[in-house]
């Protein structure tokens, strides 16, 4: 829906251009090239996808097109700097962050300082759009496409180039305080444009640039540093899962497959009871809620929830990346990839296999007055901010006045936290044995 909504949005300002667009729902490799002899064109222009699956997609419509007589060029667009373009001093690919960051920040630097990150106006094109053949102009309607509409609009979330700008807009009055508000999920701190950097709907050198320009300035406070780092981050997966595709399938850390998760009927059962937002652990709870009832869920719970699958359940991190893959609103397999990868201590650059969340504390420091549980699971509103970060530990009679029963209206834990954590050491200690041999 919001794909469609947002083509629309496109075309529109597109015929004002004197120009529109084609659309099909079809596959690629035989529309494009299909299309390509109905227009009578010698190229097609496209830009870089990192994925595996894209990659082998656009090699096979490159070859289609070829047998035709036609040609593909593909540039980069979706990213700052791309596939080989920062490299150690060796040579050779990152695997670890802030390394990267530093020659992703002095390339930048060097490189692009004369002219700073280009804009491309268009403007200056409004004469030269083709035609558009009447025949084949018109966007399918969302039910033509086999999809119906959501609840998007009533969850407010904005569209196309118009709802990125709003977003962006009410942000930079924010960005200089991102760094500290971030972590709260019951608090307006990140920026929200994830889904819109993911369909491109915001152009990433314009968010790069006006993070650089609030840094000169000082206008950005201590935010805009933080929150660039958030968007080179977002390069540096799309590098790593370019440069190891095998990623997507196996754990970068290969010592980190010889895990022996849980598997069985009681795998499923607990995976179940994460997925549906009942594992007795109000902010993994809610957390998964606002996933399944808003296709978002916010950065830090995203590690919550994940660490919590991994390390409390001994879940394979692959079932909660398929999962969120099929819910997130702005599902991008790299960032997605190498979060799930993060929280299992098996990706590049992963926190520590021993370092494992605790849940109560994690509610307890970042949602301290338990407004984002309250949120997502109403049942709770009635607890106080000390009772409702672990209803099972509240006395009977004040889980009485607020009309609570465990096991009836809100669960009781799958699993107590420290024995969880101790299972997960000694799960863990392959990897251990594997490194020191």
Same mark, same amino acid.
């Given at each position: 829906?919001?794909?469609? %909504?947002?083509?629309?949005?496109?075309?529109? %300002?597109?015929?004002?251009?004197?120009?529109?667009? *084609?659309?099909?729902?079809?596959?690629?490799?035989?529309?494009?090239?299909?299309?390509?002899?109905?227009?009578?064109?010698?190229?097609?222009?496209? =830009?870089?996808?990192?994925?595996?699956?894209?990659?082998?997609?656009?090699?096979?419509?490159?070859?289609?097109? #070829?047998?035709?007589?036609?040609?593909?060029? &593909?540039?980069?667009?979706?990213?700052?700097?791309?596939?080989?373009?920062?490299?150690?001093?060796?040579?050779?690919?990152?695997?670890?962050?802030?390394?990267?960051?530093?020659? +992703?920040?002095?390339?930048?630097?060097?490189?692009? #300082?004369?002219?700073?990150?280009?804009?491309?106006?268009?403007?200056?094109?409004?004469?030269?759009?083709?035609?558009?053949?009447?025949?084949?102009?018109? *966007?399918?309607?969302?039910?033509?496409?086999?999809?119906?509409?959501?609840?998007?609009?009533?969850?407010? *979330?904005?569209?196309?180039?118009?709802?990125?700008?709003?977003?962006?807009?009410?942000?930079?009055?924010?960005?200089?305080?991102?760094?500290?508000?971030?972590?709260?999920?019951?608090?307006?701190?990140?920026?929200?444009? &994830?889904?819109?950097?993911?369909?491109?709907?915001?152009?990433?050198?314009?968010?790069?640039?006006?993070?650089?320009? %609030?840094?000169?300035?000082?206008?950005?406070?201590?935010?805009?540093?933080?929150?660039? %780092?958030?968007?080179?981050?977002?390069?540096?997966? /799309?590098?790593?899962?370019?440069?190891?595709?095998?990623?997507?399938?196996?754990?970068?850390?290969?010592?980190?497959?010889? $895990?022996?998760?849980?598997? @069985?009927?009681? #795998?499923?059962?607990?995976?179940?009871?994460?997925?549906?937002?009942?594992?007795?652990?109000?902010?993994?709870?809610?957390?998964?809620?606002?996933? =399944?009832?808003? @296709?978002?869920?916010?950065?830090?719970?995203?590690?919550?929830?994940? &660490? /919590?699958?991994?390390?409390?359940?001994? $879940?394979? +991190?692959? +079932?909660?990346?398929?999962?969120?893959?099929?819910?997130?609103?702005?599902?991008?397999?790299?960032?997605? =990839?190498?979060?799930?990868?993060?929280?299992?201590?098996?990706?590049?650059?992963?926190?520590?296999?021993?370092? *494992?969340?605790?849940?109560?504390?994690?509610?307890?420091?970042?949602?301290?007055?338990?407004? /984002?549980?309250?949120?997502?699971?109403?049942?709770?509103?009635?607890?106080?901010?000390?009772?409702?970060?672990?209803?099972?530990?509240?006395?009977?009679?004040?889980?009485?006045?607020?009309?609570?029963?465990?096991?009836?209206?809100?669960?009781?834990?799958?699993?107590?936290?420290?024995?969880?954590?101790?299972?997960?050491?000694?799960?863990?200690?392959?990897?251990?044995?594997?490194?020191?041999?």
């Amino acid at each position: 829906e919001f794909i469609h %909504a947002s083509l629309q949005e496109l075309d529109a %300002a597109l015929s004002e251009l004197g120009g529109g667009l *084609i659309v099909r729902h079809a596959w690629a490799e035989q529309a494009i090239p299909q299309l390509a002899a109905a227009l009578g064109v010698d190229a097609v222009f496209c =830009n870089h996808d990192y994925e595996p699956q894209a990659i082998a997609r656009d090699a096979a419509v490159a070859a289609a097109l #070829a047998a035709d007589g036609r040609t593909l060029h &593909s540039y980069k667009d979706h990213v700052i700097f791309e596939k080989d373009e920062v490299l150690s001093q060796s040579g050779k690919p990152f695997s670890v962050f802030t390394p990267y960051k530093n020659a +992703w920040m002095k390339k930048l630097q060097t490189e692009l #300082a004369p002219t700073g990150l280009p804009a491309y106006e268009v403007d200056t094109l409004r004469a030269h759009f083709a035609p558009l053949p009447a025949a084949l102009a018109g *966007i399918p309607a969302l039910n033509e496409l086999g999809f119906a509409k959501t609840n998007l609009a009533e969850l407010n *979330i904005p569209t196309g180039m118009q709802g990125g700008q709003a977003l962006f807009d009410d942000f930079i009055e924010r960005m200089p305080n991102y760094d500290c508000t971030r972590d709260f999920p019951a608090v307006k701190g990140p920026s929200y444009l &994830s889904v819109h950097l993911r369909f491109g709907t915001v152009s990433i050198r314009a968010l790069v640039r006006r993070a650089l320009d %609030a840094m000169r300035t000082g206008a950005g406070g201590t935010g805009a540093a933080v929150w660039l %780092a958030e968007l080179v981050w977002r390069d540096f997966y /799309f590098m790593i899962l370019y440069q190891h595709p095998h990623v997507q399938e196996r754990a970068f850390k290969p010592d980190y497959d010889a $895990i022996v998760w849980e598997n @069985g009927q009681h #795998a499923t059962d607990l995976f179940q009871a994460w997925c549906d937002g009942q594992t007795g652990y109000p902010l993994v709870d809610a957390a998964m809620t606002q996933l =399944n009832q808003t @296709g978002y869920m916010h950065n830090r719970l995203r590690m919550v929830t994940a &660490s /919590f699958l991994i390390k409390d359940l001994g $879940i394979d +991190w692959r +079932w909660g990346e398929r999962y969120f893959a099929e819910k997130l609103n702005d599902f991008d397999l790299s960032a997605n =990839n190498g979060g799930w990868q993060w929280a299992s201590s098996s990706g590049c650059d992963a926190q520590p296999y021993f370092r *494992i969340f605790n849940p109560l504390t994690q509610s307890e420091k970042f949602d301290p007055e338990g407004k /984002f549980i309250r949120r997502y699971l109403p049942q709770l509103g009635k607890l106080s901010a000390r009772h409702i970060h672990a209803p099972w530990r509240v006395p009977a009679m004040e889980l009485q006045m607020a009309g609570i029963t465990l096991g009836r209206d809100y669960p009781h834990p799958l699993l107590q936290h420290d024995e969880a954590r101790a299972r997960t050491l000694q799960r863990y200690a392959v990897v251990k044995k594997v490194t020191v041999e």
